[in-house]
């Protein structure tokens, strides 16, 4: 965005110069005759090329210079394919100067327009990328917070202070689009069903739980989230509200490194970066760790129905603490073999433990009142690991012309185990019931894939792209439990709760996209992606087999219109696939609290979703952005939780294919700059939301809200201050709604540039501990209120030392294979 500023400030001021100082064009003696003729007029013309790519450069200044009196007298930018025209020169002879941001400047030292009618063609002009050194910090303050790009909305983590010393889960809460609840659970216009992915591929980290993975990614490590609502063919067709793609910090030419460390309440960090960079080599390598402690507290009571009368109740408080330490690291190594062939490996690694302590108190009202009291502690370990393979060629007839082949190897290992004793209440006198279990999970992922891109003409107007993948997918989990019914010490394996189980999958795919954009900036994005699911489970300890396969063909059409350089409109048509994972498949039965048990359903089928949106998007010279999009969603086959309460009281919960959800919505994002040193954003969405089901005769809508408020000033002597905050209102399930969450906080920050030393102070929710969510269930066999206590209050001091420096240089893009696909 500051690029496009500042060649907006460049055209400004030359339009200013030129309205100052009236000039008439030098001519040479021979064509003095027509200087003075006001039909005497011309054309220039040509295209802008980066030297080192051979790719167009967008929105290069190009000024016509008088050569004797050095002051420019018209100029133009270029076009999205690098091309230009200056309209209305006069016959003479003239200078012409190009620049732009991380280039040195071109001039074309003599340009004769001799002939009134004529385009006088310069060609194709190339600018080389200047090798200037630049401060780290410098190059950060470039972008906006927010940018508008053809297919994506990016919000620039690294501009944003209150992320420091934070974590994954801190940095979505403030992108537009996104919301996440208390839970930690991410919602992409109005739906959970989204791909995450970690530069555009997925990560092992989130197979268990998303909200997990994203705490346990330092937010220093996030350099921007990419928030794609309608991807091509090309991109896997899961997540049937789109993909979120965080982008991790990646340096430029040199060598640069940094340490991080934050203390907080609730939350301590400390990492490292380093990043080398040297001709054909790359290499990047992180690493951190963090301590967390959460805690909160719920209640609910239940009303259990018999021809619609009360015959229980049943009433459960809860207090826990959660105690976490995590690991995170990664590291990634390019190396171009030449000109045209790059190869690259890189991995990341997590680890995850937890510790958590629980009390639950139960009591059951029928005939006669029965009480007691739980105390749970559990533990979990969770260790991941991804290890990626890439190989890229591009052709010298075009640099868009190129192969890829990736590969990707993904496991996640997962060891949880806990322990219960049970007492009688009102008097905690001894313990009637014991419980524990051990609990070994693996899950390991191969994925090939291979894509060719090749282009039909020099500009990129017409560009077909072609691609396969192939991803095995292998979960395996063994859970044995024993309890003592009568409190005792001698334990017995329980035949009825262990779960062991084997579940493969397999998903070939094949796609084809083709990408047309003609003279008058209207651009065309039509393509379809072809995948085959192939199932088998067996599940050992319910002696339940399971086979399935189904294919699918999901097509998806974009179209949108450039209007000069400021404004666009898009439509878009998709249809995607979310496909149910383990959690939702696995048939065994969960007893760990006897009034409410759970179970998966093996014979689930895949969500299918239609959906359209009409976007326009604008900025302005002085730095306003304004983005609204208007979308509909359908979801066919909708996989939900249904719960209901049998003739003694016990609640059981499974998923179901039975219901047709469908949102409908907009969403309203701008951002301004009332002064320089001020930006000021925000975002409003409202949606309709329905969700039917004949089966059931059940219906459930209502209109949701949401809106965020991001506010940055720099203040003198290298201070900042930053206040951000959000509201989301009520939601809805099939069988009931939950109440409405905010979030707000505060941030500071001192720069101590010559040192490269920089201190932050946040203060989250500071004027409250808790974040108070309110859940209504209404069914014909029960009815369900329940009250919950997340801890929300949050101070932190963040430290920030960096080390090097970097310089500009051009880079390839890096190619990630992507697949997230289990609901």
């Known amino acids: 965005m500051k690029t496009l500023l500042l060649l907006s400030f460049t055209w400004v001021t030359i339009l200013a110069k030129a309205q100052q100082t009236p000039l008439s064009p030098p001519t040479s003696s021979s064509l003095t005759?027509?200087?003075?003729?006001?039909?005497?007029?011309?054309?220039?013309?040509?295209?802008?090329?980066?030297?080192?790519?051979?790719?167009?450069?967008?929105?290069?200044?190009?000024?016509?210079?008088?050569?004797?009196?050095?002051?420019?007298?018209?100029?133009?930018?270029?076009?999205?394919?690098?091309?230009?025209?200056?309209?209305?020169?006069?016959?003479?002879?003239?200078?012409?100067?190009?620049?732009?941001?991380?280039?040195?400047?071109?001039?074309?030292?003599?340009?004769?327009?001799?002939?009134?009618?004529?385009?006088?063609?310069?060609?194709?002009?190339?600018?080389?990328?200047?090798?200037?050194?630049?401060?780290?910090?410098?190059?950060?303050?470039?972008?906006?917070?927010?940018?508008?790009?053809?297919?994506?909305?990016?919000?620039?983590?690294?501009?944003?202070?209150?992320?420091?010393?934070?974590?994954?889960?801190?940095?979505?809460?403030?992108?537009?689009?996104?919301?996440?609840?208390?839970?930690?659970?991410?919602?992409?216009?109005?739906?959970?069903?989204?791909?995450?992915?970690?530069?555009?591929?997925?990560?092992?980290?989130?197979?268990?739980?998303?909200?997990?993975?994203?705490?346990?990614?330092?937010?220093?490590?996030?350099?921007?989230?990419?928030?794609?609502?309608?991807?091509?063919?090309?991109?896997?067709?899961?997540?049937?509200?789109?993909?979120?793609?965080?982008?991790?910090?990646?340096?430029?030419?040199?060598?640069?490194?940094?340490?991080?460390?934050?203390?907080?309440?609730?939350?301590?960090?400390?990492?490292?970066?380093?990043?080398?960079?040297?001709?054909?080599?790359?290499?990047?390598?992180?690493?951190?760790?963090?301590?967390?402690?959460?805690?909160?507290?719920?209640?609910?009571?239940?009303?259990?129905?018999?021809?619609?009368?009360?015959?229980?109740?049943?009433?459960?408080?809860?207090?826990?603490?959660?105690?976490?330490?995590?690991?995170?690291?990664?590291?990634?190594?390019?190396?171009?073999?030449?000109?045209?062939?790059?190869?690259?490996?890189?991995?990341?690694?997590?680890?995850?433990?937890?510790?958590?302590?629980?009390?639950?108190?139960?009591?059951?009202?029928?005939?006669?009142?029965?009480?007691?009291?739980?105390?749970?502690?559990?533990?979990?370990?969770?260790?991941?690991?991804?290890?990626?393979?890439?190989?890229?060629?591009?052709?010298?007839?075009?640099?868009?012309?190129?192969?890829?082949?990736?590969?990707?190897y993904n496991q996640n290992d997962n060891q949880s185990a806990y322990k219960l004793n049970q007492f009688p209440l009102p008097v905690e006198d001894i313990v009637t019931y014991r419980e524990r279990n051990e609990n070994q999970n693996q899950q390991s992922e191969l994925t090939l894939q291979t894509d060719y891109a090749h282009p039909f003409s020099t500009t990129k107007r017409r560009i077909l792209e072609v691609g396969s993948k192939l991803i095995a997918r292998n979960v395996g989990s063994d859970y044995r439990l024993e309890n003592a019914p009568d409190g005792s010490l001698n334990f017995r394996e329980d035949p009825r709760r262990s779960n062991e189980f084997n579940y493969k999958q397999s998903v070939w795919a094949s796609y084809a996209s083709f990408r047309l954009r003609t003279e008058n900036r209207w651009n065309f994005n039509v393509g379809g992606r072809f995948e085959m699911t192939t199932i088998n489970a067996d599940f050992i300890s319910t002696a339940t087999r399971f086979s399935d396969r189904y294919q699918n063909f999901l097509p998806n059409l974009s179209i949108s219109k450039r209007l000069g350089n400021e404004q666009r409109i898009r439509v878009n048509y998709s249809q995607r696939i979310q496909r149910p994972s383990i959690n939702f498949l696995n048939p065994y039965v969960n007893y760990a609290d006897p009034k409410n048990i759970q179970t998966g359903n093996p014979y689930l089928d895949p969500e299918l979703t239609h959906s359209v949106e009409l976007s326009y998007s604008t900025f302005t010279k002085g730095g306003t952005t304004i983005n609204l999009m208007i979308f509909g969603r359908q979801t066919n086959n909708a996989i939900e939780r249904i719960t209901t309460v049998d003739s003694t009281g016990v609640s059981n919960s499974t998923y179901r294919n039975i219901s047709r959800n469908a949102t409908y919505g907009f969403n309203w994002f701008g951002a301004v700059k009332p002064v320089k040193q001020w930006n000021l954003s925000g975002s409003v969405g409202m949606n309709y939301n329905l969700l039917n089901s004949p089966s059931l005769q059940i219906t459930n809508k209502n209109w949701s809200y949401q809106f965020n408020l991001n506010s940055s000033v720099q203040l003198p002597k290298d201070i900042s201050i930053q206040v951000n905050g959000s509201y989301t209102s009520r939601r809805i399930q099939l069988q009931g709604q939950s109440s409405g969450f905010y979030y707000y906080g505060f941030s500071a920050r001192k720069e101590f540039k010559k040192q490269n030393f920089s201190v932050t102070a946040n203060f989250e929710n500071p004027f409250r501990e808790y974040n108070i969510v309110e859940n209504y269930l209404r069914t014909t066999t029960f009815l369900s209120d329940g009250i919950n206590y997340n801890v929300v209050r949050n101070i932190r001091l963040s430290l920030n030392w960096r080390f090097g420096k970097m310089k500009t240089s051009t880079d390839r893009e890096k190619k990630k294979i992507n697949n997230d696909d289990r609901k």
């Open 33 to 408: 005759q027509s200087v003075n003729s006001a039909t005497n007029f011309g054309k220039i013309s040509g295209t802008v090329m980066d030297e080192a790519q051979n790719k167009p450069v967008e929105f290069a200044t190009v000024a016509l210079i008088n050569p004797q009196t050095e002051k420019p007298i018209t100029g133009t930018t270029t076009d999205e394919q690098g091309k230009f025209t200056i309209n209305n020169v006069q016959t003479g002879i003239y200078r012409i100067v190009i620049s732009f941001l991380g280039y040195d400047n071109k001039t074309i030292p003599i340009v004769t327009v001799s002939k009134t009618g004529v385009v006088t063609a310069l060609g194709v002009l190339s600018l080389r990328a200047n090798s200037q050194t630049l401060n780290e910090v410098v190059v950060t303050g470039e972008k906006a917070l927010i940018e508008d790009k053809d297919d994506r909305l990016v919000y620039n983590a690294d501009k944003d202070l209150t992320n420091t010393g934070g974590t994954a889960i801190d940095v979505l809460k403030k992108v537009p689009l996104l919301t996440v609840d208390p839970d930690g659970t991410v919602q992409l216009k109005g739906s959970s069903s989204i791909k995450v992915l970690i530069n555009n591929k997925p990560s092992s980290i989130m197979a268990r739980s998303i909200s997990e993975a994203l705490q346990m990614i330092p937010a220093e490590l996030i350099k921007s989230v990419e928030v794609i609502t309608a991807p091509s063919a090309k991109y896997d067709s899961e997540g049937t509200a789109g993909i979120i793609n965080i982008i991790t910090k990646n340096q430029l030419q040199g060598l640069t490194g940094g340490i991080t460390s934050s203390v907080g309440s609730r939350r301590n960090n400390l990492g490292g970066n380093f990043n080398l960079k040297r001709n054909k080599l790359s290499i990047t390598a992180y690493g951190g760790t963090n301590w967390s402690n959460y805690y909160g507290n719920s209640a609910t009571v239940r009303q259990n129905l018999r021809d619609g009368n009360v015959f229980s109740i049943i009433t459960q408080s809860n207090t826990f603490k959660n105690r976490g330490n995590s690991q995170f690291g990664s590291f990634s190594i390019d190396y171009d073999l030449d000109s045209t062939n790059r190869i690259g490996v890189d991995a990341n690694f997590g680890k995850d433990s937890r510790n958590t302590f629980s009390t639950r108190d139960t009591r059951q009202s029928i005939d006669t009142v029965l009480a007691f009291r739980r105390y749970n502690e559990s533990q979990n370990r969770n260790n991941s690991m991804d290890v990626n393979f890439n190989y890229t060629k591009t052709f010298k007839r075009s640099p868009d012309q190129e192969y890829t082949f990736l590969a990707q």
